[in-house]
C-alpha cells in the first residue's frame, strides 16, 4: 500500500480492521458507532 | 500511554472512548496493557497497513513505526481534530480534553516574534525596575 495524505478535520478517515492486543478484531466505523474515539497512533515498544 | 490511561475516564465523561494503535505485535502490545493497565484497546497494525493509509508511516525508524498522531473521529468516521506529533511532544491529553468539551481546537502556539506594543510594554517595565536584569 503506498502512502496517503493524513485525513484532516472535515474529513472523513479511511475505515480499517485490525486485531487488538487480545486478537479481538476492532473496525473503525464500528468503534465510533457509539460515539466519538479519541484515536491515537504511538511509536511503539522496543 | 500512561497519561490516556489516566485521562481515560475524563475523556469518558467528555463523550469519548480512547483506542491506540501501533505496529507492534499481541505479544508485545498486550503485556504493555496489562503492566500499564490500560483500560482501551491496542490495536497491532503489524503490516503498517493501517499506517500507511493515513500517511502516518515513519520508514525511518525500527523498521517501520507510527508518527506520533491523535485524532478525534466521529460517529460518521469524520475527523473532528487532530495533532500530528511529528517533531514535538505529543499533544496533552489536556488539549484533546478541551477539543471534545469546548468544541474548538486548542489556541495556535504563542508568538515567537512578540508584537510592537508588548515589546514597548516590557521595555517600560524593564526601565520600571531601574533597567536591571532579574535574577534567578
Not at chain 2, 500507511?52 to 473521529?73: C, D, K, T, Y
Amino acid at each position: 500500500m503506498t502512502e496517503q495524505p493524513t485525513p484532516a478535520p472535515g474529513q472523513t478517515a479511511p475505515d480499517f480492521a485490525l486485531p487488538d492486543s487480545t486478537g479481538e478484531v476492532r473496525r473503525l466505523s464500528e468503534l465510533v458507532r457509539s460515539g466519538p474515539r479519541v484515536l491515537i497512533f504511538y511509536r511503539g515498544h522496543w | 500511554m500512561a497519561e490516556y490511561r489516566d485521562s481515560a475516564e475524563a475523556l469518558r465523561s467528555a463523550g469519548a472512548e480512547v483506542v491506540a494503535l501501533a505496529v507492534d505485535d499481541a505479544v508485545r502490545s498486550e503485556p504493555v496493557r496489562r503492566e500499564l493497565g490500560l483500560p482501551f484497546p491496542i490495536l497491532c497494525d503489524t503490516r503498517r497497513d493501517v499506517v500507511r493509509a493515513w500517511g502516518l508511516f515513519n520508514p525511518a525508524e525500527h523498521g517501520g513505526i507510527a508518527f506520533p498522531a491523535v485524532f478525534v473521529i466521529d460517529r460518521e468516521r469524520v475527523v473532528r481534530w487532530r495533532s500530528l506529533d511529528r517533531t514535538a511532544a505529543r499533544v496533552s491529553t489536556g488539549a484533546v480534553l478541551r477539543f471534545l468539551l469546548e468544541g474548538r481546537p486548542p489556541p495556535p502556539p504563542r508568538r515567537v516574534i512578540p508584537r510592537l506594543g508588548d515589546f514597548v510594554r516590557a521595555l517600560r517595565n524593564w526601565i520600571g525596575r531601574g533597567g536591571t536584569t532579574p535574577v534567578g
